[in-house]
């Protein structure tokens, strides 16, 4: 068992030195006279999220227009659109925009519309006439609500009198509300 164990890592080795040399020799020799194009040096792969290297001349191209001034790179993008035969305005296809609104249209209708399930009722001003009924409707309203607390409540108006209700409950307190000369905003 050992001995065979021997026999398979000598071969694996062996094998593994003859296949690193043939890489070696053919980097290393010219290119055969068959073949027209010389051969490349084996390059390594980059690996997956690390950026490529880039061509010397696209960098060197690259760092010339980023030290451009604005009217260089006007001049630039004339001359570009002269030599390359571009036109000033982009090409758009017939009918893009038509397929483009129709697309956005179906899009919109097929989003579903919310609708607000909570309110919030505020009471925005009052009239001083009416304000001792307007204490009495609030503390009845509340009715965790003492009168001398009621009394601060509307004295520090804006303020609000219950969030996180219904509309229909919304509608009745505001109706209450605005009958005791309050006037009140629903959020």
Do not use: W
Not at 138 to 147: A, E, R, T
């Amino acid at each position: 068992m050992i001995f065979s164990l021997r026999v398979v890592a000598s071969k694996s080795v062996y094998q593994f030195r003859r296949f690193h040399k043939c890489i070696v020799v053919c980097q290393t020799d010219p290119a055969p006279a068959a073949t027209s194009r010389p051969i490349e040096p084996l390059t390594i792969p980059v690996p997956e999220g690390a950026d490529k290297p880039v061509n010397p001349k696209v960098d060197k191209i690259a760092n010339d227009i980023t030290s451009l001034n604005l009217i260089e790179v006007m001049q630039l993008s004339d001359l570009l659109k002269k030599r390359l035969n571009l036109p000033d305005a982009p090409v758009i296809p017939a009918g893009g925009f038509v397929a483009a609104t129709k697309s956005q249209s179906e899009e919109i209708e097929e989003a579903p519309k919310q609708v607000k399930s909570s309110f919030t009722v505020k009471l925005i001003k009052f009239d001083e006439k009416q304000k001792i009924a307007l204490i009495k409707e609030i503390k009845n309203l509340l009715p965790n609500m003492n009168l001398v607390q009621a009394k601060k409540f509307i004295e520090s108006v804006p303020a609000v009198v219950m969030t996180d209700i219904s509309q229909e409950e919304a509608n009745k307190l505001k109706e209450s509300i605005v009958k005791v000369g309050g006037e009140v905003e629903i959020l």
